[in-house]
């Protein structure tokens, strides 16, 4: 399992926010370059990037620092997300050097579009599938709908989506434990490896993803805890690795 880093950026800051609110947002260092470059330093092998301003504006925002990233790291995979919602901005993204993009509100909106994409750019597209309730949320977790996330799940199944980046929006940010129910029962709904997120808090956290890993669970994506230093990324590594 992965223990895989989140930069998000919004105004070229690296900032969190809480349960996915742009009024609540924490910055924690004015140069993502170097914050993507302590974390590659603790042994990441995979990063997280998210356009904040790009999720809520449907197109890229911050993509010169995501370049500068991704060009700093030429043999680092990157998955991106924010505000893609076309194959323009997929093509200039895999471009720049990122080897993965998120589809996530359009992902719910269109379903058709992920499969299009996928045909378009094997092996590149994951989809970004944030639940409240086991309920589907988009344009930056402003609306919930009625679908449901495991649903979703199975009707990418055959469209050769590379992972589904599963967030729970309840924990997002808020330091409470992640949820590994949610997970376990998202990895099993489909056969696309899954990536978890939301309320990673310390080892216990990445101690209880890692029990059932095999379930289909392909890494952990964590943001707030490396921040504040309730979690040590080369430490959990090296659980999971061990």
């Given amino acids: 399992m992965l223990i895989i880093p989140a930069i998000d950026l919004k105004d070229g800051e690296c900032v969190r926010l809480r349960q996915g609110r742009m009024d609540d947002s924490t910055v924690f260092s004015s140069s993502p370059l170097e914050t993507a470059a302590r974390w590659v330093d603790a042994g990441a092998r995979r990063l997280h990037l998210v356009d904040l301003n ?4 449907g197109e890229p925002v911050n993509g010169e620092v995501v370049t500068a990233i991704a060009k700093a790291y030429p043999n680092l995979p990157i998955q991106i997300g924010g505000g ?3 194959a323009e901005t997929i093509e200039a993204y895999l471009k720049a050097g990122v080897q993965y993009v998120i589809i996530g509100t359009k992902a719910v909106k269109e379903p058709e579009f992920v499969t299009e994409m996928c045909k378009q750019f094997p092996g590149h597209i994951i989809v970004g599938l944030d639940a409240k309730n086991g309920r589907v949320a988009t344009d930056g977790w402003a609306e919930v709908t009625e679908v449901l996330a495991a ?8 469209d050769g989506v590379s992972a589904i980046v599963y967030t729970d929006i309840d924990r997002d940010g808020m330091m409470q434990g992640v949820n ?19 309320g990673i808090t310390n080892m216990d956290d990445i101690v209880a993803l890692n029990r059932v890993a095999d379930q289909g669970i392909l890494g952990a994506i964590t943001g ?3 921040y504040e230093g309730t979690l040590d990324v080369a430490e959990a590594q090296r659980l999971c690795d061990g």
């Fill in 54 to 57: 790009g999720a809520f504006a």
């Fill in 84 to 86: 893609i919602r076309n």
């Fill in 151 to 158: 649903d979703l799940a199975k009707r990418f199944e055959a």
């Fill in 180 to 198: 590994v129910n949610a997970t376990v029962a998202m990895a099993q709904a489909s056969s696309i490896p899954v990536i978890a997120s939301g």
């Fill in 224 to 226: 707030r805890a490396i």
